[in-house]
């Protein structure tokens, strides 16, 4: 994977269009999410690694990271299930070495928590809560012991809310 994955393309408006052109072009959008995951998920079984991770979430940067809610929809969601997978391989993680580059991954998750799309926004939250899993297995720990760091109702606005605090802790501010 050399090259970063483009944001999917604007196509033509398909509103008010007949839906027999709708529906082929919905069924395959579906196929291609469901490819892109797989493929995904065959890089990180062959050998997985936080810096096979760390270079799947660089190409979907800018997807998660796109103007359009729709492409950071598609790029979050690829990017949880992709993290959720990682998860299920952890007892084969034993060897992978420390990612520096995984805090940027938290700190750019954090900052899609504050996402006014709220399917967005709860995707964040939960490949925070996958990433801090993988983290802490890293360390020969598990989520038993950090129940502290996440609320017990992932709908909690006062903890939403320090969430979103936190992602504006550092911003520069212009005055």
Known sequence: MSHKLPPGRKGPSLHGTDPRVCLPFQVMQRLYEEYLEGLLCCVLSSAPSLGKLYSIWEHLTSWIEAPDAQHRA???????????????????????????????MAARL??????PEETISCKARACMYLLAQILLHQRGQDMRGAEELWCKRQNK???????????????????
Not at 75 to 103: H, R
Not at 110 to 115: A, E, H, K, Q, Y
Not at 162 to 168: N, Q
């Open 157 to 175: 606005q006062s903890q939403v809310q320090k969430y979103r605090d936190l992602a504006r802790v550092g911003e520069v501010r212009m005055v």
């Open 110 to 115: 954090g900052l899609s928590i504050n996402d």
């Open 74 to 104: 598609l790029g979050m969601k690829i990017m949880t299930g992709a993290i959720a997978f990682v998860v299920q391989l952890l007892p084969q993680f034993e060897g992978s070495p420390d990612i520096p580059e995984v805090g940027d």
